[in-house]
Nanobody, 116 residues
Framework: QVQFVESGGGLVQPGGSLRLSCAAS????????MGWYRQAQGKQRELVAT???????NYVDFVKGRFTISRDNAKNTVYLEMNNLKPEDTATYYC??????????WGQGTQVTVSS
């Protein structure tokens, strides 16, 4: 059973940066396409970015040019580099396996708060 543990969130001022990490365990990470998702308070969880097993990336419009997803298969980890953060980026961020539909278990997420 694969498991995901997210980390790296925190409080940052508008315009600041954070790097999130998602460590996978329990299965062969390199076989999985991966995605980052986020859920703001009172809203549905939404997709932010995806990366295939071959390293092809895709982003939703509201993070293009600001966020970068990457992976290190040797470390079983996927990253989300977030720059020029905005208050509307405030949310709990999660990772999961899959592209169109996440299929793994959800972890506890990591909270990102963008506020002055």
């Amino acid at each position: 059973q694969v498991q995901f543990v997210e980390s790296g969130g925190g409080l940052v001022q508008p315009g600041g940066s954070l790097r999130l990490s998602c460590a996978a365990s329990g299965s062969i990470f390199s076989w999985y396409d991966m995605g980052w998702y986020r859920q703001a308070q009172g809203k549905q969880r939404e997709l932010v970015a995806t990366i295939t097993t071959g390293g092809k990336t895709n982003y939703v419009d509201f993070v293009k040019g600001r966020f970068t997803i990457s992976r290190d298969n040797a470390k079983n980890t996927v990253y989300l580099e977030m720059n020029n953060l905005k208050p509307e980026d405030t949310a709990t961020y999660y990772c999961n396996a899959g592209l169109a539909t996440p299929w793994g278990p959800w972890g506890q997420g990591t909270q990102v708060t963008v506020s002055s």
